[in-house]
């Protein structure tokens, strides 16, 4: 696999590079030179196979001799160790439950792959890779869960002191082994600050191998088309071969997962790109103009960024052909009024509890398929995160019917391991030269 940066598609690096720059020196993002259909007989037999050996399929097509393919089928059934069913709540209305791995959020498909890449690609005797991680709650749970035990790796996570969830911060917080947590002081963007500071530091960079893990690693995004794949493999198996995808989307890296899958040759009619009052990318869908602005604070705060960073991507796959783009994609946004009255109608509807993100894509499904009554494709929403996760900002009426998995419920006993540390760098920088 051979990748260019979207600021300079003349110049390629290999897979391994990709992984480990993360971003490339010109601020671009990295993208396959080629992206290989998949043979259509394979696309029309997905019910047949299950979610480890899809999995295999597609990352092979793509990866193509990056990594061998014993290799690969051990990484991804490691890696994917958990399901992501899709259940029927209505006729036509299914949604994707990317909730089952170990942090409760669709981001463990990105971080438990990433993660078991680096170290595979990690040679003997290298210098132990470390991760650092500001977080304002769901990416350092999954990228701690996702990095711990891997061998040759350790993980620094910094989030903000009393501003994540208590479900998160026991997430971030009761691993030991090779994590690390720093409760710091501030906001998330002073973590984010320090991180950065620690990048462009000399003696830091000469003492560790550091690295973000960021969320727009290439290695993140190639396992999240996994689940589209299968998805379609059990709307098959329900004689369903017509689908669209409501995705709620902050980064895009999700829905950007999903148009590789489409670019692969999964026959999706439609995407769905649902977001909260950050609305750059529905605004920009409506009226021709991208124009990036500050994050707005939402209940459905995963998906509070102004500026999507995966956005180039998705421009990328369509090159200058706005108009198809804007024909695949449709996007609609919502506020949080709009948020808590659909977490209550989805429960009123199915009995079903669906944390804010979750319901911002089920609305959107709903707006679109009223819009669109004569089409009789399959609707499936994704659930992007288990809402017990958010259970402050659900109705008490709904939050007290959720059902709380056994691995949160292992959670309380465990001990709180953090360093409180302020907003100043050299602190931050005092603790990693003191904890070597
Ligand atoms: C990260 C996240 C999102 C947004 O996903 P993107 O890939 O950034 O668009 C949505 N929901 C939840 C629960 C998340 O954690």
Not at 76 to 101: C, K, M
Not at 188 to 214: G, P
Not at 261 to 286: C, H, R, S, Y
């Amino acid at each position: 696999m051979k990748l260019y940066s979207t600021n300079n598609t003349a110049a390629s690096v290999s897979f391994k590079e990709a992984v480990f720059n993360s971003m490339p020196q010109d601020k671009g993002l990295y993208m396959p030179v080629n992206i290989p259909q998949l043979d259509p007989e394979f696309i029309s037999n997905l019910d047949k196979y299950t979610l480890p050996e899809i999995a295999f399929r597609v990352a092979k097509n793509l990866l193509g001799d990056a990594v061998p393919e014993a290799d690969l089928k051990a990484l991804i059934e490691d890696a994917i160790n958990f399901d992501a069913p899709v259940v029927e709540l209505e006729e036509d209305v299914y949604v994707l439950e990317l909730f089952h791995g170990p942090s409760l959020a669709f981001k463990d498909f990105g971080a438990r792959f990433m993660s078991r890449i680096m170290s595979y690609f990690l040679e003997a005797g290298e210098k132990q890779l470390d991760v650092l991680v500001a977080t304002s709650g769901d990416t350092g749970g999954a990228v701690a869960l996702g990095f711990l035990g891997v061998p040759n790796t350790r993980v620094t996570i910094l989030y903000p002191k009393g501003k994540v969830s208590g479900i998160q911060e026991q997430q971030l917080t009761t691993n030991g082994q090779n994590i690390r947590a720093l409760e710091v002081e501030g906001t998330f963007d002073d973590c984010q600050s320090l991180v950065k500071q620690a990048f462009t530091d000399a003696e830091l960079n000469a003492e560790f191998r550091l690295t973000s893990a960021n969320s727009i690693n290439i290695a993140r995004l190639v396992p999240q088309t996994f689940y589209y794949f299968n998805a379609y493999a059990q709307l098959l198996r329900q004689g369903k071969s017509k689908v669209v995808f409501a995705v709620p989307s902050g980064n895009f890296g999700n829905i950007g997962a999903g148009l590789l899958a489409w670019k692969m040759g999964l026959p999706i009619e439609q995407f769905i790109a649902a977001t909260n009052a950050n609305d750059t990318v529905p605004a920009f869908l409506k009226t021709g103009v991208y124009e990036p602005k500050p994050s707005v604070q939402t209940i459905s705060n995963a998906m509070d960024v102004g500026n999507p960073s995966n956005w180039v991507r998705i421009a990328d796959l369509f090159k200058e052909d706005t108009e198809a783009l804007k024909k695949l994609i449709i996007g609609y946004s919502y506020d949080d009024a709009e948020t808590v009255t659909a977490i209550e109608q989805v429960y009123d509807d199915y009995q079903y509890v669906v944390c804010p993100h979750t319901a911002i894509a089920w609305q959107a499904l709903k707006d679109w398929q009223i819009r669109n009554s004569e089409n009789d494709a399959a609707g499936v929403f994704l659930s992007t995160a288990h809402p017990c996760k958010f259970p402050d900002v659900i109705p008490a009426r709904v939050a007290s019917k959720i059902v709380v998995p056994e691995v949160v419920k292992e959670l309380e006993g465990k001990a709180k391991q953090a360093v409180e540390l302020s907003t100043d760098f050299a602190d931050f920088k005092a603790y990693l030269l003191a904890n070597k």
